[in-house]
């Protein structure tokens, strides 16, 4: 566990972050390790392992969003009680609602993104396999695949993350 986070968590608990802005940093940390990763995988062939990284990156980059609009984020006392439980961790059964909410925030693209990254995560578990996947071939993916790393791309540079994402551009471009 990265040491700059500080987490109160008792068995079963979902963790409870102390530092918010530590833990935003970190998130987009993880962000950027997840989308190299991607990219790593994806020039070596292995494109559902790469979607698979793209996806965490995806719930990472949404979990800073939520994070730092965490007081906007709940409509009423229900779902201040979930985001401050477990909606910060951008868990993929609230993904949809939460790109909603985010787009209603202002955020554009949120709920295109998160679709498309949804879709991917579908493909990483599934493969090609008719009638489990979105995707009729691997080449499809592929393409959806670098536009979701595109994507991230740009909001990572809208979060102040500049050099890291030239550096990722750059890689994926290589692919």
Do not use: C
């Not at 802005?21 to 970190?26: A, L």
């Not at 439980?85 to 949120?110: C, H, M, Q, S």
């Not at 670098?146 to 990572?156: D, F, S």
């Amino acid at each position: 566990m990265n040491k700059r986070i500080t987490y109160f968590m008792g068995e079963g608990t979902v963790p409870q972050v102390k530092n918010l802005q530590s833990y935003i940093n970190f998130k987009l940390e993880e962000a950027i390790v997840e989308l190299n990763l991607a990219i790593e995988l994806l020039k070596r062939g292995y494109s559902r392992n790469a979607s698979q990284k793209a996806f965490m990156a995806w719930k990472a980059i949404v979990s800073v969003l939520v994070s730092m609009n965490l007081d906007k984020m709940p409509k009423d006392e229900k779902e201040r009680e979930w985001y401050y439980k477990a909606g910060f961790l951008a868990p993929t059964t609230g993904l949809n609602g939460i790109a909603r909410r985010l787009e209603e925030l202002g955020y554009a693209d949120v709920i295109g993104t998160n679709s498309l990254a949804l879709k991917l995560h579908r493909y990483a578990y599934n493969g090609i396999y008719r009638g489990t996947s979105d995707y009729a071939d691997r080449k499809d993916a592929i393409e959806d695949l670098k536009i979701l790393i595109r994507k991230m791309i740009r909001m990572l540079v809208s979060l102040g993350k500049d050099k890291e994402a030239k550096d990722i551009l750059d890689r994926l471009n290589e692919v």
